[in-house]
C-alpha cells in the first residue's frame, strides 16, 4: 500500500462529505485508502461517512478524546504503507499537492514530510484571519508541517510513533521536534495543500471553548512530554508559545507590582504597551486586542498542561471498527 488518508474528526456533519471525497479523489491515482478516525461524534458524522468506500475507525473511551489522539488513531490504520497524510475533517484536500508531494518524498529520502499553504475559508473568528496573515507561500525547510501533511512512514516509525495521543494541541510540532532531532527534514512548499473550513465561532468564544476543551494547555503538555528526552532542546528553542508565556508571566508580575504599590498611571502604560504593539503589527486594534487576549489565555492553559496526568503514547488507543474496507460491514473489535 502506497498511501493512507488518515481524516480525524468530531461532529463533522457540514464537512465531512467533502472531505472525505475530496481524499479519495487525491487518492485515486495511487494504490490506498482513506481512513475516518472518528472521536465519538455525536452528529451524523459517521452516518454520512458509511456511504463511502473507506474505513472508520472510532475511539473507545471518549475520556481520551484530544487532539493528539485523533491524529495517532488515524496513523495507526497506516503502519503498513509508504506515506500517511493527515487531515482534520473540515478541510479538503487538493489533489494536485498529493502528486507533487509524493514525488518530492520519492526523490529526496532525506525528507520526513511535506506540507503546502492552507488556505482559510472562513475568515469571521480573529483566529483565522491572523492564520491567514501569517501563511507563507515561499518554499522552505519548516520545524512542523502545520494544517497537516504527508509523511514518510518509515520516519514515523523511526521516532516511535506519530502523536503523542496526550496532546490537546501542538501535536504536528511535537511531531515535528522528534523527527527533526533524529536528522529528519520536513518540507513545505508554496503549493495549494488544504481549503480550511474553520468554525465559525467568534475569535472570543474560541478561546473560551480551547480553554474549556483543554486545547490551550498543549503548549505545557508538549514541554512536560520532551522532559529529558532528546528533543527537549528543539521543544524550548521552536516553541513559540513557551516563549510568549514567559513574556506574559513577567507582564502579570509588572501588573501585580504596579497595582500594589497603587502606581496607576504606571499601571496604564503596562496594560497598554503591549496592546498597541499588537496592534501595530497585526494592523488592527480589534486583532491587537484579541491577540493579547489570546496569549493571556494561551499562558494560562501552558500552566495547566505542565500539570496534566500522561498515558505513555507508545501505548495503542483502544478503539471500534465500524466500517472495513474489505466488507463495508460493521464490527466492534477493539484493540490495546
Known sequence: MLIVVGIKALNEEDHIARTIESA???LDPFTGKVVLADSGSVDRTVEI??????EIVQLANTDERCCGAGAQLAYQSA?????FYLLDGDMVLDAEFLKVAVARLQADPQVAGISGVVVECNLVSQQYRISQQNTKHEEANVDRLDGGGLYRVAAVASVNYF??????AFEEFELGARLTSKGWRLLRIGQPAVYHYGHLTGGYRLLWRRLRSGYSGGAGEVLRAALGQPHFKAVLLRLRHLHVGAVVIVWWMMLAGAAASAAWPLLAVIIAAPWAGLALRRGSAALGLYSLASWNVATLGLIGGLLQRRTPPTEPLSHKRLKSLATGTQTQTGIR
Do not use: E, G, Q
Open 24 to 26: 479519495l479523489a487525491a
Open 49 to 54: 461517512a458509511r456511504r463511502y468506500p473507506i
Open 79 to 83: 503502519m503498513d504503507a509508504d506515506f
Open 163 to 168: 502523536a503523542d495521543r496526550n496532546l490537546h
